[in-house]
């Protein structure tokens, strides 16, 4: 949600060249948390063999991980989070056949497990496998990775716009399905189409205003729209409905540091670290209001903990190269980024944060294939400030 902030903030350090940039924390993964579903917390017994891979990943041994991991799942075929995991690292490394042999193994046993086929369907997609993704992806619904991974595949199959007036055709013969508005919130979202995926989502809450997954989802639509005070009162109304929801407890937290109330937002992210022992996005929303207050040591801590729980998102990787950036530690910043890119190679923001520290630095030619590399991100807001930083290089290089 702060992204915009981050970029203004990091063009202007690669402009100034002169000192650290004014003191503002890198963007909250909370703008790409999925919002209605959250899995459960590892099982004591597979703890600490998760723990051990997750901090291999983060020190950027991802064999080892691997290593430690294979024959645990091996011999537990049904541990999701253990397998998932481990499909992950494969699919990073990659070797998309052991990724796919261990989803599917996943899946034999858990057939209804719709993050893995949505993991599958991902695979299918780098492969150009469309049938066989478009089928995983389907089977992954109501996940927000499936729906994102069908308005991808729809858009590389050339028929994204079908899709999209089959699905508006859908909502108008249908005009009191929530499933299929849902749909519709969700493609739109996908494609950064933020005001129609309010309009879908805002139908699904007047629908049946006692989902809470319906009201996180407009919440997280109007902070995009800059109407933080009404997404705080659907929060508000979520959690009287279930206090013990993460998605809404966290994201109210967000909502109130986007309004510069680090004090209200604080207790919210620690009750959400009592539901969720690792939540990632409470961390690095931490880690944000200790940045803010100039305790940037601290914030590290909470980034790295969050790196922890969860290697293989790219968040707390900006919000730490963004840190050390700040403060002129530009190895440090770079080693960040590139650990990001090594488990999240396609994001966007990563390549435009670390094409930043090579400018800064003189590191023309590197920065200048790195900004380029950010071009490729599905975030608009990414790729403008890319094109504007490209444009500023000097030429020759």
Known sequence: MRLMYLLAVAAAFAVAQTGPAVAAPPPSPATSTPQAEIDAPP???NAAILDAARAKVVAGDTKGAIDGLAPYVAAHPGDVAAGRLLGDLYFRVPDFAKAEKTWKALLAVKPADRETHSRLGALYAVQDRVADSMIEFQASLPSRQGYAGLVMIHKRNGDLQQYIAGLQYDVERNPFDVAKWSELG????????TELSFDAFNRVAIIRPTSCSARVDVAYALVDLGRIDAAITHLKACIAIDANYYPAVVNLGEAYIEKGDDDTARPLLDRALTLRREGTEALVDIGYIYDSRGDWKTAIGYYNRSMLSDPLRPEAYIDLGFDYNEHRLFPLAEAAYLKGL?????????HYMLAVTYNVQGKIALARDQYERALASEEPRVVRAAQAELALLPPGH
């Not at 969700?186 to 189409?193: F, K, T, V």
């Not at 090594?342 to 990563?350: K, M, P």
């Open 43 to 45: 099982i004591p017994d």
């Open 186 to 193: 969700q493609a739109q979202r996908a494609l950064h189409h």
């Open 342 to 350: 090594a488990v999240s190679n396609d994001d966007g923001r990563l």
